[in-house]
Nanobody, 115 residues
Framework: QVQVVESGGGLVQPGGSLRLSCAVS????????MAWYRQAPGQERELVAR???????DYVDSVAGRFTISRDNAKSTVYLQMNSLKLEDTAVYYC?????????WGQGTQVTVSS
Protein backbone atom coordinates (compact mmCIF):
# COMPACT_ATOMS: atom_id res chain seq x y z
CA GLN A 1 0.00 0.00 0.00
CA VAL A 2 1.28 3.44 -0.90
CA GLN A 3 2.13 5.70 2.02
CA VAL A 4 2.88 9.43 1.99
CA VAL A 5 4.64 11.29 4.79
CA GLU A 6 4.79 15.08 4.79
CA SER A 7 7.37 17.13 6.67
CA GLY A 8 9.02 20.53 6.80
CA GLY A 9 6.28 22.72 8.19
CA GLY A 10 6.70 25.21 11.00
CA LEU A 11 6.15 28.72 12.25
CA VAL A 12 7.37 31.50 9.98
CA GLN A 13 6.90 35.26 9.77
CA PRO A 14 5.12 36.88 6.83
CA GLY A 15 7.50 37.13 3.91
CA GLY A 16 9.45 34.09 5.04
CA SER A 17 10.08 30.77 3.32
CA LEU A 18 9.64 27.08 3.99
CA ARG A 19 10.36 23.92 2.02
CA LEU A 20 7.97 21.04 2.46
CA SER A 21 8.82 17.44 1.59
CA CYS A 22 6.60 14.50 0.80
CA ALA A 23 8.14 11.03 0.96
CA VAL A 24 6.25 8.40 -1.03
CA SER A 25 6.70 4.69 -0.38
CA UNK A 26 5.08 1.56 -1.75
CA UNK A 27 5.19 2.47 -5.44
CA UNK A 28 7.69 4.15 -7.78
CA UNK A 29 7.04 7.88 -7.61
CA UNK A 30 7.85 8.26 -11.30
CA UNK A 31 4.61 6.53 -12.24
CA UNK A 32 2.39 9.17 -10.68
CA UNK A 33 1.21 12.72 -11.11
CA MET A 34 1.41 14.42 -7.73
CA ALA A 35 -0.05 17.41 -5.94
CA TRP A 36 0.12 19.47 -2.80
CA TYR A 37 -3.06 20.37 -0.99
CA ARG A 38 -3.80 22.52 2.04
CA GLN A 39 -6.61 22.79 4.52
CA ALA A 40 -7.10 25.83 6.71
CA PRO A 41 -9.28 25.70 9.84
CA GLY A 42 -12.95 25.60 8.94
CA GLN A 43 -12.25 25.34 5.23
CA GLU A 44 -12.26 22.56 2.68
CA ARG A 45 -9.06 20.99 1.46
CA GLU A 46 -7.83 22.70 -1.72
CA LEU A 47 -5.27 21.70 -4.30
CA VAL A 48 -2.57 24.35 -4.55
CA ALA A 49 0.05 22.86 -6.88
CA ARG A 50 0.51 19.82 -9.06
CA UNK A 51 3.23 18.23 -11.14
CA UNK A 52 2.81 15.54 -13.74
CA UNK A 53 5.15 12.68 -14.52
CA UNK A 54 6.88 14.77 -17.18
CA UNK A 55 7.51 17.67 -14.82
CA UNK A 56 4.79 19.99 -16.04
CA UNK A 57 3.50 22.12 -13.18
CA ASP A 58 0.58 24.35 -12.44
CA TYR A 59 -0.66 26.33 -9.47
CA VAL A 60 -3.75 27.87 -8.01
CA ASP A 61 -3.74 31.63 -8.57
CA SER A 62 -3.26 32.44 -4.89
CA VAL A 63 0.20 30.79 -4.79
CA ALA A 64 1.43 31.22 -8.38
CA GLY A 65 4.76 33.04 -8.45
CA ARG A 66 5.45 32.28 -4.77
CA PHE A 67 5.33 28.47 -4.53
CA THR A 68 7.32 25.95 -6.57
CA ILE A 69 6.50 22.25 -6.76
CA SER A 70 9.21 19.80 -7.80
CA ARG A 71 9.97 16.12 -7.64
CA ASP A 72 12.96 13.82 -7.27
CA ASN A 73 11.89 10.39 -8.45
CA ALA A 74 15.17 8.81 -7.38
CA LYS A 75 14.53 9.96 -3.83
CA SER A 76 10.80 9.25 -4.13
CA THR A 77 10.10 12.73 -2.80
CA VAL A 78 7.96 15.65 -3.86
CA TYR A 79 8.81 19.16 -2.65
CA LEU A 80 6.97 22.44 -2.21
CA GLN A 81 9.16 25.52 -1.93
CA MET A 82 7.10 28.31 -0.43
CA ASN A 83 8.39 31.88 -0.59
CA SER A 84 6.88 35.25 0.35
CA LEU A 85 4.53 33.51 2.74
CA LYS A 86 1.36 35.29 3.76
CA LEU A 87 -0.91 34.99 6.77
CA GLU A 88 -3.49 33.30 4.57
CA ASP A 89 -1.07 30.49 3.72
CA THR A 90 -1.56 29.14 7.25
CA ALA A 91 -2.91 25.59 6.91
CA VAL A 92 -2.09 21.92 7.16
CA TYR A 93 -0.36 20.87 3.94
CA TYR A 94 -0.79 17.41 2.42
CA CYS A 95 0.47 15.64 -0.67
CA UNK A 96 -1.39 13.07 -2.74
CA UNK A 97 -2.43 12.37 -6.28
CA UNK A 98 -4.22 15.20 -8.10
CA UNK A 99 -7.02 13.29 -9.77
CA UNK A 100 -9.15 12.28 -6.76
CA UNK A 101 -8.00 8.66 -6.96
CA UNK A 102 -6.33 9.36 -3.67
CA UNK A 103 -4.05 7.19 -1.66
CA UNK A 104 -4.62 7.16 2.11
CA TRP A 105 -3.94 10.67 3.38
CA GLY A 106 -0.89 11.34 5.48
CA GLN A 107 -0.95 13.35 8.68
CA GLY A 108 0.09 16.50 6.87
CA THR A 109 2.49 19.17 8.04
CA GLN A 110 1.37 22.37 9.78
CA VAL A 111 2.43 25.70 8.31
CA THR A 112 1.74 28.72 10.46
CA VAL A 113 2.47 32.21 9.17
CA SER A 114 2.34 34.72 11.98
CA SER A 115 4.09 37.87 13.11
Amino acid sequence: QVQVVESGGGLVQPGGSLRLSCAVSGSPLGLWNMAWYRQAPGQERELVARINTGGRVDYVDSVAGRFTISRDNAKSTVYLQMNSLKLEDTAVYYCNRPDQTWWPWGQGTQVTVSS
